[in-house]
C-alpha cells in the first residue's frame, strides 16, 4: 500500500528556506510513470500546487514548479531514502500553510490520488 | 495558465438531498479533471478521474460528468459522511484546482 510522509520543521523565519522532505513508502520513486511533489493549504483557503518531478527514472531531470513561486522552489530526489525535498526560498508570513506532498498518475498531467497527511509550517520570527 | 471556477462556493442541504456541484474551466481541458472530497484536518481524498471514472473504493452515490470546459459532481443521496469541501483538479496542462465547494448541514 502506498504512503507517504512528510518530514521537516514546523516553524521557519521570514527570509529563510523552508525544507522538507516526503518519503515514500510501498512503491518506487524511480518505477513507473508518475509526478511526484508538493501542494500547499494557507490556513482557511484553497490548495496550490508547488512543484512535481517526474519519477522514471528515463527523465530524471523533469521538474516543474507553479510560475508564481517557480525562481524560489526547488525540488530533489534522494533514490537512496525513496525520498524526495521540497526547499522554497525566502519565505514570508504568506508561506504559513499545511504542506502536502503527493503523487500525480494518469494522463495529460495526472489526477492526485495518494497524498502524505500533510505537515503544517509556520512563518514567523 | 488554466483557471478553474467552482459553484456554489457553500451548500446548505439535508440527509438524502441530491447535491449538484460545478467546476468550469478558463479553457478547454477535455476530460482531464478530477474530484477530491477533503475533512477538516485531512488531506484531500480523489472521488473521480477522468471527469467521470470512479476512484475505486468509492461509494457509487457520487458520480462525475462533462467535458471540455463544463464539469459536475453529484451525489445521489447525501449521506452524513458526505459533508466536506470538494474540489475539482485539472490536469490537462500542469495542475490547477477550483477554490472549493463546502457541503454543509442544512
Known amino acids: 500500500q502506498l504512503q507517504l510522509q512528510e518530514s521537516g520543521p514546523g516553524r521557519v523565519k521570514p527570509s529563510e528556506t523552508l525544507s522538507l522532505n516526503c518519503t515514500v513508502s510501498?512503491?518506487?520513486?524511480?518505477?513507473?510513470?508518475?509526478?511526484w511533489g508538493w501542494i500547499r493549504q494557507p490556513p482557511g483557503k484553497g490548495l496550490e500546487w508547488i512543484g512535481f518531478?517526474?519519477?522514471?527514472?528515463?527523465?530524471?531531470?523533469?521538474?516543474y514548479s507553479n510560475p508564481s513561486l517557480e525562481s524560489r522552489v526547488s525540488i530533489s530526489v534522494d533514490t537512496s531514502k525513496n525520498q524526495f525535498s521540497l526547499k522554497l526560498s525566502s519565505v514570508t508570513a504568506a508561506d504559513t500553510a499545511v504542506y502536502y506532498c503527493?503523487?500525480?498518475?494518469?494522463?495529460?498531467?495526472?489526477?492526485?490520488?495518494?497524498w502524505g497527511q500533510g505537515t503544517l509550517v509556520t512563518v514567523s520570527s | 495558465d488554466i483557471q478553474m471556477t467552482q459553484s456554489p462556493s457553500t451548500l446548505s442541504a439535508s440527509v438524502g438531498d441530491r447535491v449538484t456541484i460545478t467546476c468550469r474551466a478558463s479553457?478547454?481541458?477535455?476530460?482531464?479533471l478530477a474530484w477530491h472530497q477533503q475533512k477538516p484536518g485531512k488531506a484531500p481524498k480523489v472521488l473521480i478521474y477522468?471527469?467521470?471514472s470512479l476512484e475505486s473504493g468509492v461509494p457509487s452515490r457520487f458520480s462525475g460528468s462533462g467535458s471540455g470546459t463544463e464539469f459536475t459532481l453529484t451525489i445521489s443521496s447525501l449521506q452524513p459522511d458526505d459533508f466536506a469541501t470538494y474540489y475539482c483538479?485539472?490536469?490537462?496542462?500542469?495542475?490547477?484546482f477550483g477554490q472549493g465547494t463546502k457541503v454543509e448541514i442544512k
Open positions: 477522468d471527469a467521470s
Open positions: 510501498g512503491a518506487s520513486i524511480r518505477g513507473g510513470f508518475y509526478y
Open positions: 503527493a503523487r500525480a498518475k494518469g494522463s495529460g498531467s495526472g489526477w492526485f490520488d495518494s
Open positions: 479553457q478547454s481541458i477535455g476530460s482531464w
Open positions: 518531478m517526474f519519477g522514471s527514472i528515463h527523465y530524471s531531470d523533469s521538474t
Open positions: 483538479q485539472q490536469y490537462n496542462s500542469y495542475w490547477t
